[in-house]
C-alpha cells in the first residue's frame, strides 16, 4: 500500500517561491508515476503537475508551465513541486498523488490511487 505524505506549504506574498515535497513509503518493486492536484473548496481537482517514471517525461497544466517544476529523488523516495513566481490563483490546498497506471492523464485526478492529505498553499497580493 502506498503512502503519501506532504509537506513545504505555507503562506507566500505574489512572486514568491514555494517548494513542496511528498515522501512516499511502500511503493511495491517499481516507482510509480507521480503527480500534483490542487483543490480549492467548491471547484474540482486540478492536475499542476506530474512525472512518468518509466521515462521520466514531465507534464504540467498551462498556467503553471514555466513557473512550476516537479523533479523527483528515487534515492530518499521524494517528489518535489518547486513553484516560483506564485500568483494568488495557485491558492489551493494541494494533494500529491500516485499511479501504477502504464498511462495517465493530468486532467483526470481517477487515474490516480494513491493521495496525500494534503498541503495548503495560500499567496496573497
Known amino acids: 500500500q502506498v503512502q503519501l505524505v506532504e509537506s513545504g506549504g505555507g503562506s507566500v506574498q505574489a512572486g514568491g517561491s514555494l517548494r513542496l515535497a511528498c515522501a512516499v513509503f511502500?511503493?511495491?518493486?517499481?516507482?510509480?508515476?507521480m503527480g500534483w492536484f490542487r483543490q480549492d473548496p467548491g471547484k474540482e481537482r486540478e492536475g499542476v503537475a506530474a512525472i512518468d517514471t518509466n521515462g521520466g517525461r514531465t507534464y504540467y497544466t498551462d498556467s503553471v508551465k514555466g513557473r512550476f517544476t516537479i523533479s523527483q529523488d528515487n534515492r530518499k523516495n521524494l517528489i518535489y513541486l518547486q513553484m516560483n513566481s506564485l500568483k494568488p490563483e495557485d491558492t489551493a490546498m494541494y494533494y500529491c498523488?500516485?499511479?501504477?497506471?502504464?498511462?495517465?492523464?493530468?486532467?483526470?485526478?481517477?487515474?490516480?490511487?494513491?493521495w496525500g492529505q494534503g498541503t495548503q498553499v495560500t499567496v496573497s497580493s
Open positions: 511502500g511503493y511495491a518493486s517499481s516507482w510509480p508515476s
Open positions: 498523488a500516485a499511479t501504477y497506471r502504464p498511462s495517465f492523464r493530468l486532467s483526470h485526478p481517477g487515474d490516480f490511487a494513491y
